[in-house]
C-alpha cells in the first residue's frame, strides 16, 4: 500500500501543484506526508485532487499512514461542553 506522497509522486504531482488542485497548505501536505495530525475535510480534498489526476477514485484506505483524523478535542486533552461541570452548585440546584 503507498504511502500519500508515494501516490502523489506516482502520478507526477508536485506538492505546489497539488496545493493549487487541492487548496490545502504546503505545509499540510508536508505534515500529513509525514505522519502528522490533519483534519478530515484537507483529506478530502488532497484525495479529490489526485483522484482527478489519476482519473480514478482514490480512497484514504488505500494510503498507508492516513489512520484518524486530527481531533482538537481530543489531540489537545479537552474536555467537551458536556463535560464542564456548571457553575454555582450541584445539579439538584439547577433543577
Do not use: C, F, W
Request: charged share 30%; hydrophobic share 30%.
Amino acid at each position: 500500500m503507498p504511502t500519500l506522497r508515494q501516490l502523489r509522486e506516482k502520478h507526477y504531482i508536485s506538492r505546489k501543484k497539488l496545493v493549487l488542485l487541492s487548496g490545502v497548505s504546503e505545509s499540510t501536505i508536508i505534515r500529513m506526508e509525514r505522519g502528522g495530525h490533519y483534519l478530515e475535510e484537507n483529506v478530502e480534498k488532497i484525495l479529490a485532487a489526485i483522484s482527478k489526476v489519476a482519473g480514478q477514485e482514490i480512497t484514504r484506505d488505500s494510503i498507508e499512514g492516513l489512520n484518524e483524523p486530527y481531533n482538537p478535542m481530543r489531540d489537545r486533552g479537552q474536555s467537551s461542553k458536556e463535560n464542564i461541570p456548571m457553575q454555582g452548585g450541584s445539579e439538584e440546584s439547577a433543577a
